[in-house]
């Protein structure tokens, strides 16, 4: 199936560095979700983003929904050991056929070094 | 407020045996539903959505079959499994697309076939 494309894959940082990752899609999207998902969970949802330009945080993160809405960025700030988990970006295609699908992006594995 | 129930949280079955899979939301009416399955280390990959009872839209051919018997009940159905279809098996729902583009993920259900 369709899937966004999502870097890095994985991240080994120390703790009080900041992270970031993004997402790029070929087309369009109305919606970029940022999600963190922990072993054996289902994802959680960290920050909703419906405007391009949009710039949202949530705590130490932040996320900003590209211009073109053909991509997003996540970043973390000061990370630290709860961090670690599997971070996904998530988009709502912008075409009437895609409304009710969301499409994932592949996931950021973060291991955070304490 | 609203919440996403799926079960059983984990199980194992033998191959050709037959599957149920049920997730249930309370809290909202007339949600979109989702079934997504993710392989170890892997991304999201959406199986089924539903947009109203006895809706359903399939995106992968495949094993499975999903049903919508109630307005707020997922069921993921099987036949006869296979070795392939083991993985994690998330129900999301969001709400009616006039209303919102955000999706919640219920607690996910560990497949293992053998």
């Known amino acids: 199936g369709q899937q966004l494309n999502q870097s890095p894959q994985s991240m080994f940082i120390q703790e009080g560095e900041d992270v970031s990752m993004n997402c790029t899609s070929s087309?369009?999207?109305?919606?970029w979700l940022w999600y963190k998902q922990d072993p054996g969970e289902g994802p959680v949802l960290l920050i909703a983003?419906?405007?391009?330009?949009e710039l949202t945080s949530n705590g130490r993160l932040t996320a900003q929904f590209g211009i073109t809405r053909k991509d997003s960025f996540l970043n973390i700030s000061a990370s630290i050991p709860s961090d670690v988990g599997i971070y996904f970006c998530?988009?709502?295609?912008?075409?009437?056929?895609?409304?009710?699908?969301?499409?994932f992006g592949t996931g950021t594995r973060l291991k955070v070094l304490a | 407020s609203q919440t996403i129930h799926q079960w059983p949280a984990t199980l194992v079955q033998p191959v050709g045996s037959p599957l149920s899979l049920e997730c249930t939301v309370e809290?909202?009416?007339?949600?979109?539903l989702y079934w997504y399955r993710q392989a170890a280390g892997r991304g999201l990959q959406l199986l089924f959505y539903?947009?109203?009872?006895?809706?359903i839209s399939s995106e992968v051919p495949q094993n499975l079959s999903a049903s919508r018997p109630q307005d707020r009940q997922f069921i993921l159905s099987s036949k006869k499994l296979l070795l392939s279809d083991s993985g994690f098996y998330l129900c999301?729902?969001?709400?009616?697309?006039?209303?919102?583009?955000?999706?919640?993920f219920g607690e996910g259900s560990w497949l293992t076939v053998v």
């Open positions: 999301a729902w969001s709400p009616p697309v006039y209303s919102g583009n955000t999706i919640y």
């Open positions: 087309s369009i999207f109305n919606t």
């Open positions: 983003l419906y405007k391009a330009g």
């Open positions: 998530a988009g709502q295609p912008g075409s009437t056929s895609g409304t009710y699908k969301y499409i």
């Open positions: 809290g909202t009416s007339n949600p979109n």
């Open positions: 539903s947009v109203g009872i006895g809706q």
